[in-house]
Each structure stands twice: as structure tokens, then as C-alpha cells.
């Protein structure tokens, strides 16, 4: 079975903090991915990356940064936190197909 | 980019019923259209997918159809089950430069009543 870890399942910062949040895939998946998840917005893309040290923007990348310096993690860090950032944060991983996803983390931004 | 529309929205159906979720796609390069289930709490799972240069995937109670032409795919779930009550995203694969990129529709919550 696929196993995506996500550090926290909740998390609570002040609005400024530096945030970072890690994800750990032990399947030797190319492809990671974090998104956002919001009610009745779905799964919102944030970043991704293909390869170690590699990045792309997916759709809602402002405010945002990542940093993937070994194949298995891949984190995702907020430089700045504000209060609508706060949401779900899914990170996931995969191959060629399907995504496989973590628990999940639920950022609240006071 | 591309751009996936779910409908509906909510879906409640009576337990043994069919339910059937809807959805459109933008982009005419995208190749692979998986189905996410997630249970309340718990992380999206994919639940069946299906590739371009197929029609139609069965995998038991669970179906899904293509239409590449009108670039629409549908997820039927028959014989429903109060535990197929859930959020059930749809979702496209862009193709892209490099990586394996999916956009998501907005989701269906399923409510099978007794």
C-alpha cells in the first residue's frame, strides 16, 4: 500500500508566522503535489513537483512556496501566514495514474 | 489550462437506487479521468479511472463513461449503499511538460437514504 504522511492534522499559527508543512510518500513516486481544499472550491492545486529540486505553479501558487530536496518529501511553506490561508492542505503523490493522497492538515490562521 | 465542471452539486438518492455524476472537460489533449470518493474526515481515495482510448470501466457496482467527442465522462454507481454516502470528485489529467497534473471538479456529496 501507498503511504502518504503528512506531519500535522492540525495546526494552529499566527497570522505572519512562518509555516511549513511536510509530506513523506515512501512509494519512490516522481510526482508530488499540494493542494488546498475548501468547501464547495474543491481541490485546488497549489504546487507540484516532478523530480527532486523540481517545480512547477499549479493554479493558486500566491502566497506560497515549496521545497522538495529529497525524492520521498515535499513540503510546502507559507512565508507569511494571513487568516485566509486558512483551510485543509492535501498533499499526495503518484506515478503515471492515480493520486494517492495523505491524511490531510487543517492550518487555522489566527 | 483546463477546466473540469461537476454536477451535481448534491445528490440524494434512496438506497438501491442508481446515482449518476456528470462531468465536462476543457481541454482536448487531457488523457486520463480518475474518480476520487473521500468519507467525511477521511482523504480522497481513487475509486476507478479510466484512460482516453476507452469507452466505458466497470469495476463491480461502479462504472464509468467517455465521450471524448464531447469531452464529458460520467461516474454511475448502481445499487446504492447508505456507505456509498460521500463527497465523490472527478477530475482530468492536463498534459503537461513535465509531471502528472490533475484538475479537479468541485465535487458531489452523495447522501444514500434508508
Known amino acids: 500500500d501507498v503511504k502518504v504522511t503528512q506531519s500535522s492534522r492540525y495546526l494552529v499559527k499566527r497570522t505572519g508566522e512562518k509555516v511549513f508543512l511536510e509530506c513523506v510518500q515512501d512509494?519512490?513516486?516522481?510526482?508530488m503535489f499540494w493542494y488546498r481544499q475548501d468547501p464547495g472550491l474543491g481541490l485546488r492545486l497549489i504546487y507540484f513537483s516532478y523530480d527532486v529540486k523540481m517545480k512547477e505553479k499549479g493554479d493558486i501558487p500566491e502566497g506560497y512556496s515549496v521545497s522538495r530536496e529529497k525524492k520521498e518529501r515535499f513540503s510546502l511553506i507559507l512565508e507569511s501566514a494571513s487568516t485566509n490561508q486558512t483551510s485543509m492542505y492535501l498533499c499526495a503523490s503518484s506515478l503515471t495514474g492515480g493520486q494517492y493522497f495523505g491524511a490531510g492538515t487543517r492550518l487555522s490562521v489566527l | 489550462g483546463e477546466n473540469v465542471e461537476q454536477h451535481p452539486s448534491t445528490l440524494s438518492v434512496q438506497e438501491g437506487d442508481s446515482a449518476v455524476i456528470k462531468c465536462t472537460y476543457s481541454?482536448?489533449?487531457?488523457?486520463?479521468f480518475p474518480w476520487y470518493k473521500q468519507e467525511l474526515g477521511k482523504r480522497p481515495q481513487l475509486i476507478i479511472d479510466?484512460?482516453?482510448?476507452?469507452g466505458e470501466k466497470k469495476d463491480q457496482r461502479i462504472a464509468v463513461t467517455l465521450n471524448k467527442t464531447a469531452k464529458h465522462f460520467s461516474l454511475h454507481i448502481t445499487e446504492t449503499q447508505p456507505e456509498d454516502s460521500a463527497v465523490y470528485f472527478c477530475?482530468?489529467?492536463?498534459?503537461?511538460?513535465?509531471?502528472?497534473?490533475?484538475?479537479f471538479g468541485t465535487g458531489t456529496q452523495l447522501k444514500v437514504e434508508l
Open positions: 477530475a482530468a489529467r492536463r498534459v503537461t511538460g513535465g509531471g502528472n497534473k490533475l484538475t
Open positions: 481541454d482536448s489533449a487531457s488523457n486520463y
Open positions: 479510466i484512460r482516453s482510448n476507452v
Open positions: 512509494m519512490d513516486h516522481e510526482n
